[in-house]
Each structure stands twice: as C-alpha cells, then as structure tokens.
C-alpha cells in the first residue's frame, strides 16, 4: 500500500495494528502514526492499547491511554480487558471505578472484563453487584454476558445460581456447556457432570476438545471405562485433538487426561473386582503397585480397598487406609468410605 503511495488513514491503521505478530511489529507502527498525525484518534488509539496490552507492554498502553484527549467506551474497555487478561485484577478495577466517576456508560464488554476479574479472586459479593447491574441494563440476554455470569458463579462454587442462570438462556453455546460441565467436574459432582454432558449431546450440541478435557477426569474418577472408551473413539472419529496446522498432534492436555482415564480405571476395576471376589490381599497388593507407579489415587480407588477389607475383616488394615486417605493421599473421606468401615467394623 505504501510502496503505490497510498497513505493509510486512521480506519487502516486499527487493522494493520491489530495484525501485528509482535513486540517489535507495533513499536515500529506507533511512530508511523504519530508521523502522520493520528495519534490523537480513539479508534487507533485503541487499537495500540489492545496490542500493548497482548504484549504485556504496560507502560506504553497506558501512555497512549492518557494521552488521548477523547476517550470513548471502547477504549476504557481495551483498558479494562488488557489489565485483567495479564492478571493485573487491582488496576483493572481501578480504570473500572474511574470510568464510572468519569461518567462513561459501561457496555456489556466492559462487564465481561470485570466478571472474568472477580472469576479470578473469587469475589462473589461485587459479582453479585455487577449481576444485578447487568439486569438492570438489559444485557444478560447477550450470550457473552450470561457465559461470564456461569463462568463467575462456577468458580465462586456458587453451582445453584449459575445453573439458574444456564437455565434461563434460551439459547445456549459451546462455551455455556463447558462452563456449566466445567464447574460441577470442579466441585466435584461427577455424575452430574456425565448428565450434564448427555444433555448437551441431546440438544445437538456437539462437543469440543475442551469439553473432552473436562469429562475424561469424571469417567475416571467414576471408573467408567466403557463410557470414556466410546468418547476417545468419537474424538478419533471426528478429529478432536488434531492440530489442522499440523501433522496429526494431540492436545496435551487433553492426551493426558485420555492416558489418566484408562490408566486410573483400570487399577480402580482391578482392586475392586479383587475384593468383590475375596481376594483382600491381592487388593492391597494392587493399591501399593498402584501407589508404587505414581498413580494417583482417588475415592473410588479408596472405595475398592475399603471394601475389600471389610469383605475379608482385615480392621486394622482398614482403620490405617481410612486414616492416611486423607493425611497422606489427600482424598477427603466421603459417606461411602465410612459405610465401608462400619460394615467392617460390624
């Protein structure tokens, strides 16, 4: 474009900017700006925050921020945003609270930004705050508001009011099903996680790589091993996992979470049908090779081996699991592991 010396003006410069690969991209644009006078433009000016910010440069995002003499809500929200995706949760709420005393009406990307930030420190009393604000505004009919209002409820554990809120969306995304399967696998309600994930493939939605990272740990935790088996073959089916860009890559995440189901449910399968045969020992045998491999065990791991001892009446063995479960492995003791032992003790 230069070289047919043709100027580019301020609606070429937000795209070209934004198109910059790195650091040393944009520094070398923001002088070809000024040189051509467009420094003072908001809609290029916001382009250069969005960008500073991508590359953690701070104090030059913050430099073309002040010395704009007219700032508009994109803008604040470039501020907003780029201090909360680089984990900088006090000041964004800072250019927040200055952008409300400057009387500049937020948009429902500006609450996006500030509910992904209380997301993050687990604030749910502001959340709730900005909740209600996005009611009162109107903007919790957007799909990106409603997500970020799960997204916030989910990580504060709040499971009751974000699945009131999923529930409430007419119409629901990928992204509202991860995040309502996302937060019952974090608080740990695995069935409900499975549900969750049956429902959503009912409704014709299908999932994504991040949904298969989020349900592999449920089947594993539940030892469903034939239900994790046909999913690992849906995802072989339709390519899940496949780098386009490269030649046949996994996700690692997800490739690990694959190995850690299959690895995990078939030790938990081998103590319990163990000791639902009567062989105690062997399923003590089974948990120490498990413990020995750096396999990490779980509640249902715990189950199996309580189970045994109490089918074989081994009570001090079983006294000693129940009381390492969660000083040493770290698995809180659930309702099924005392029933083990009462019965055990009985």
Known sequence: MRLASVVPDKFTFPCAIRACCGVLEVLKAHPLVVKLGLELDVYVGSALVNTYFKSVLVEEAQKVFEELPSRDVVLWNAMVNGFAQIGCFDEALVVFRVMGEE??????????????????MGDFDNGRAVHGFVLKMGYDSHFEVSNALIDMYGKCKLTEDALDIFEMMIDKDIYSWNSIIAMHEQCGYHDETLKLLYRMLGAGVLPDLVTITIVVPAWSHLAALMYGREIHGYMIKNEIGKDVNKEDVNDVLMTNAIMDMHTKSSWNIMIMGCGMHGNANEALHMFSRMCGAQIEVDDVTFVGVLSACSHAGLVSEGRELLRQMKSKYGVIPTIEHNTCVVDMLG
């Open 103 to 120: 009387r500049v009406e937020s948009s429902r990307f500006t609450v996006t930004g500030v509910l992904s930030i209380f997301a993050m």
